[in-house]
């Protein structure tokens, strides 16, 4: 069974970047689809970026698209999410989550790392 644990969540101000990092240890991380999710408070999660199982595609909401920039590497079993040019609506928890087999938009993800707080000040 895939453990996540998600790091480099924090403060920073409107304008700025962070970089999240999920470490995911267990067997085979390159067989697992990876997705990057988000929650504020009151609101419900929703997926910021999906990424494939060799890290060669990529989908993004809307909302995040061309400030976002989600990787990985499976070497290190290490998935990431660079996020640029961050605004307050931007702020929440961020989970990294993994499911066996092949990304498909829409898919449910079943594994879940622990969350890791972004806060955004204006």
């Known amino acids: 069974q895939l453990q996540l644990v998600e790091s480099g969540g924090g403060l920073v101000q409107a304008g700025g970047s962070l970089r999240l990092s999920c470490a995911a240890s267990g067997p085979t991380f390159s067989s697992y689809s990876m997705g990057w999710f988000c929650q504020a408070p009151g609101k419900e999660r929703e997926l910021v970026a999906g990424i494939t199982r060799a890290g060669l595609g990529t989908n993004y909401a809307g909302s995040v698209l061309g400030r976002f920039i989600a990787s990985r590497d499976n070497a290190r079993n290490r998935a990431f999410l660079q996020m640029n040019s961050l605004k307050p609506e931007d702020a929440a928890v961020y989970y990294c989550?993994?499911?066996?087999?092949?990304?498909?938009?829409?898919?449910?993800?079943?594994?879940w790392g622990q969350g890791t707080q972004v806060t955004v000040s204006s």
């Open positions: 989550a993994a499911e066996a087999g092949p990304y498909s938009r829409g898919m449910q993800f079943s594994t």
